[in-house]
């Protein structure tokens, strides 16, 4: 890793576009030490300063680090390898595009295979981590709807039972943040329910269920849904499905995959403007093929075809994740479906910070928090990071 700085060292960014919790300070000043935000200063404040090092952002962004709840992999590695190995170069791909915490991310499998994802994400942890931060895992499925497996494995979906996330809240507690399941197979309310119960995210998708049983779902506990309008029943006026539960229940959180491929711009566009600003969610869902060129990858033991950036299954053809990242998710949100910076800085980055339990220490610029943030040029162009007051390497390293 270059270019990297002791997290014990004073880090001051001056002339920056401070994206903080409530406002914009323009040509302001941050100070972080230790691995923490120190104070932010507004442009009048600086004359106090000792200005000795400092970084000048030249009027670049100056934002929270990136936190992705859903992705599965990056640079040709994968979660499901379940190996210090592919758990850094996954981290260390995506912290070279704006990403600064992230969720292990699996796929359905069978009970061991998920049982050495959530020990070797463990190991990790306690390792320390030099690029972006492992905050937990996501299981997606195994608990999903055989009718809507999109590029899930159908030979290990099975039914939902709360014995195997029981064990792995004994061994690893806290450690398992979101599970992805469908509402409608049979005992899944009842596992909504311990999810809740026990501060687990319980999230539907690859789900069949109708617009009336994700509102019982909520009401056990439900507050999530993942790559919305993808792989759930679609919105009909008459028949209103999953997806017209999830725009209109503002107690569900709603995952976008802003990659213009997987949503419609103007599915995406409507999205922002029935959710509220504080739960929509950024996500890349993206797999062992992002950051690669085009050709021949698997997902799950099911085989993938890379074209032109796009990750389809080659029996079938459903889209298989994606190889978008945070950066370009972050852009085509502002330069293509017109939010603000500061509106998609809350789906990337505080918005799963609260959703997730962690906004106490990051997920926003203010003091005392982790000092994890980006500068991004006017152009939105990602031009350099921090995790924990260590500035990150750039470069994609082999």
């Not at 499998?109 to 990790?124: F, G, H, K, P």
């Not at 409507?270 to 093929?289: E, F, P, R, V, Y």
């Amino acid at each position: 890793m270059s270019r990297s700085t002791s997290a014990q060292e004073r880090i001051l960014i001056v002339n920056a576009r401070i994206v903080t919790e409530n406002t914009i300070v323009d040509n302001g000043a941050l100070l972080a030490v230790d691995g923490r935000i120190e104070r932010i200063y507004k442009a009048h404040e600086l004359a106090e300063l000792d200005l000795t090092g400092a970084v000048d952002a030249q009027g670049s962004w100056l934002l929270p680090g990136f936190i992705d709840v859903h992705v599965h992999g990056g640079y040709g590695a994968d979660f499901m390898d379940a190996s210090a190995k592919s758990l850094e170069t996954i981290t260390r791909f995506h912290s070279t595009k704006g990403t600064t915490a992230m969720l292990a991310t699996s796929v359905t499998a069978s009970r061991e295979a998920l049982d050495a994802v959530i020990t070797s994400t463990d190991a990790y942890i306690r390792g320390g981590m030099p690029y972006a931060q492992l905050i937990g895992v996501h299981l997606e499925g195994p608990f999903i709807s055989p009718k809507w497996s999109g590029a899930q494995n159908p030979e290990f979906i099975s039914l939902p039972t709360s014995e195997w996330l029981e064990d792995w809240q004994t061994r690893f507690p806290g450690l398992v943040k979101m599970m992805t399941l469908a509402p409608e197979r049979e005992g899944a309310m009842d596992v909504i329910q311990w999810l809740s119960d026990h501060g687990i995210v319980a999230a539907a998708g690859h789900t069949d269920a109708d617009y009336e049983t994700i509102q019982r779902a909520v009401e056990h506990g439900l507050s999530h849904a993942v790559h919305t309008f993808n792989a759930m029943t679609p919105l009909h006026h008459r028949n209103p499905g999953t997806a017209g539960a999830v725009l209109t229940d503002p107690r569900i959180h709603a995952e976008i995959i802003a990659d213009g491929v997987h949503v419609h711009p103007a599915g995406v566009q409507l999205l922002t403007q029935t959710k509220k600003q504080h739960n929509l969610i950024m996500i890349t869902d993206a797999i062992s093929a992002a950051g690669l060129e085009d050709g021949d990858y698997k997902l799950g033991g099911l085989d993938v075809i890379m074209k032109d950036g796009i990750c389809r299954l080659k029996e079938g053809g459903s889209l298989a994740g994606s190889t978008l990242t945070m950066i370009d998710a972050f852009k085509f949100m502002v330069n293509k479906i017109g939010v603000s910076v500061q509106q998609a800085s809350e789906y990337a980055s505080g918005n799963p910070a609260r959703q997730m339990g962690v906004a106490d220490r990051m997920g926003s610029i203010a003091r005392g928090k982790q000092a994890d943030f980006l500068l991004v040029s006017p152009s939105l162009d990602l031009e350099r990071a921090w995790v924990l007051g260590r500035e990150l390497s750039l470069v994609t390293e082999a």
